[in-house]
């Protein structure tokens, strides 16, 4: 619901479907990671949300990014065609203008990706681009 309402206030509707599905697929991973992460009641006080996601503009594009408590870089995989998952992270690449992760100062990850979207819908604004892994 995030994404959608961030989306529809920014007007970029021309986003909303495949900012949806990057959106689920960056969150999934991000919560299966975590998964195994236990905390102390302590750091559960500091940090209620283990996954968090935030979104931002630069020009035509749009950047989600995903916070989650695990340091392990996120890989694509190569499933088996009876494999039911593995597939997240290469539509994640195959739907997105560029992807890729970060570790804040603060620990943990952050895996992003840039959308492109509709150059009439350049708004400008935002923070500049995050550089690591692009897909040419």
Do not use: F
């Not at 599905?21 to 991973?29: D, F, G, Q």
């Amino acid at each position: 619901m995030h994404v959608r309402r961030t989306l529809i206030g920014w007007e970029r509707q021309d986003l909303l479907d495949t900012a949806e599905l990057i959106a689920s697929e960056l969150v999934t991973n991000a919560i299966k990671a975590t998964g195994d992460i236990t905390v102390s009641h302590e750091e559960a006080m500091l940090s209620p949300d283990l996954v968090t996601i935030g979104m931002y503009r630069t020009g035509s594009y749009v950047v989600i990014e995903v916070w989650d408590g695990d340091r392990t870089p996120p890989a694509p995989k190569t499933p088996s065609d009876d494999e039911e998952g593995g597939r997240g992270l290469l539509l994640v690449e195959l739907m997105c203008r560029s992807w890729g992760y970060r570790w804040p100062a603060t620990g943990s990850k952050v895996v992003w990706c840039m959308i492109a979207g509709d150059p009439d819908h350049a708004s400008g604004g935002g923070s500049p681009v995050p550089r690591s892994r692009t897909k040419e």
